[in-house]
């Protein structure tokens, strides 16, 4: 039987409830760009990046949460938690590249770059389990729709998370809020190789995943309550 491992889950959620909601509302005035100030451009032109941010963000979540979803599985978990961390990571990397396209504040833009290169090396290494590992060990039927109901669970929390976040009209608060959600995603599914796995190098993976992801969970909370989240009026 496989060991269990105490779980990050419940740690990563309580660590999102400290943040300070500090509220700054959003200038909703159309500009006039004939008649425009300085200061009225600009804010124009941050209100249209933020809705450019704001719709390459949501493709990205809902083309990534579609081909997750659709995986076929092979019920080896160490296989399925390879592939699957894979595409998560790929998400991630998706997401940081459009904080470094739209995002602003240096410290959520280091973040960004730091959180990409976590997970493009994460990628490498689970590339280089599946090609050592050509061949599946499946569970036994019963332990297979077990492990497949854990994995989905935990997909579906994150999609609840990233759902759940509100949207603010500053693209680092709303990168900072969702990419903590992407991490508790990536926590929980490791959690569940954890559990389920049996070989020593995607086991190894899977603490690495969780070991820097919390510690990445911190980072962004620490950002979020610097900076505050700026109030708007509907959710991703």
Known sequence: ????????????????????????????????P????SEQAAKGAYRENDKAFDKEMQQVINSMMKMMNQMEMTCDPDIDFAHMMIM?????????????????????????????????????????????????????????KMFMMEMREDMMAMMHCMRSVKDTPDPDVDFAQLMICHHQGAIAMSETELKWGDDAMALEEARLIIEEQS????????????HGIPAKHHKM
């Not at 060991?3 to 500009?31: G, H, P, R, Y």
């Not at 004939?34 to 100030?37: D, N, V």
């Not at 994460?122 to 590992?133: G, I, Q």
């Open 88 to 144: 998560h990571h790929e998400m991630g990397v998706k997401m940081a590249d459009i904080e470094l396209k739209y995002g602003h504040e240096p410290e959520a833009l280091e973040l960004a770059e730091k959180t990409k290169a976590g997970n493009l090396e994460s990628k490498e290494r689970l590339e280089a389990f599946l090609a050592s590992h050509p061949g599946a060990e499946p569970l036994s039927k019963e332990e297979c």
């Open 1 to 32: 039987m496989k060991t269990k491992f105490n779980s990050f889950k419940i740690f990563a959620l309580m660590l999102v409830a400290v943040f300070v909601f500090s509220s700054c509302e959003k200038d909703q005035d159309v500009v006039n």
């Open 215 to 226: 510690q990445e969970i911190m980072e962004l909370a620490a950002f979020l309550n610097e």
């Open 34 to 37: 004939l008649t425009a100030t």
